[in-house]
């Protein structure tokens, strides 16, 4: 096993960085793949439980590893700071009262790859929910998501061209 207490930071900066952008690209890819090839299983419960499991897996171990607070939104907007979300995407997040906040991502990765492999656009809405529900559950169990607008719906009066999705996450 690679012993990481012994790299330079910034060499193990560089490889863990490569490597998350590694698992990103795959991760579209295997969708693809299930996506042409498992028909079946494409969309169905099950498909949708491992991507609310994938954010409930990652709420839990950055609960461990980062020891935030979990009760206030201000907390949830704390660990979405550290989520996969912003190491890949340029997320906007605007905090709307004491219990809800709006997320934005601009500009989205996966939608400029749909357009690259020749699709319309990558249909993130009922996945993207259920991880973003994993994830902020897994932090404080009230938590709520609810998708304002995804591809291909069109985005609200007002809202800037780089939007590609909004989402409201609140606590009851």
Not at 60 to 78: M, N, S
């Amino acid at each position: 096993m690679l012993n990481i207490r012994a790299i330079k930071k910034d060499t193990l900066y560089n490889v863990m960085l490569q490597q998350l952008y590694s698992l990103n690209y795959m991760w579209l890819r295997f969708e693809d793949f299930i996506r042409v090839k498992a028909t079946k299983a494409y969309k169905s419960e099950g498909y949708y439980q491992l991507m609310e499991e994938y954010g409930s897996e990652e709420a839990r171990r950055l609960v461990k590893a980062l020891g935030f607070p979990r009760e206030e939104i201000k907390d949830l907007i704390r660990f979405l700071k550290y989520s996969h979300w912003t190491i890949f995407e340029n997320i906007e997040i605007a905090e709307l009262t004491a219990n809800s906040f709006r997320m934005r991502t601009l500009d989205c990765s996966a939608q400029s790859a749909a357009k690259r492999w020749g699709m319309e656009y990558y249909d993130c809405r009922t996945a993207g929910l259920r991880i973003r529900s994993g994830f902020f559950k897994g932090i404080n169990p009230k938590a709520k998501v609810q998708a304002i607008f995804t591809p291909p719906e069109a985005r609200p009066e007002g809202t800037r061209a780089i939007v590609s999705c909004e989402w409201l996450v609140s606590l009851e």
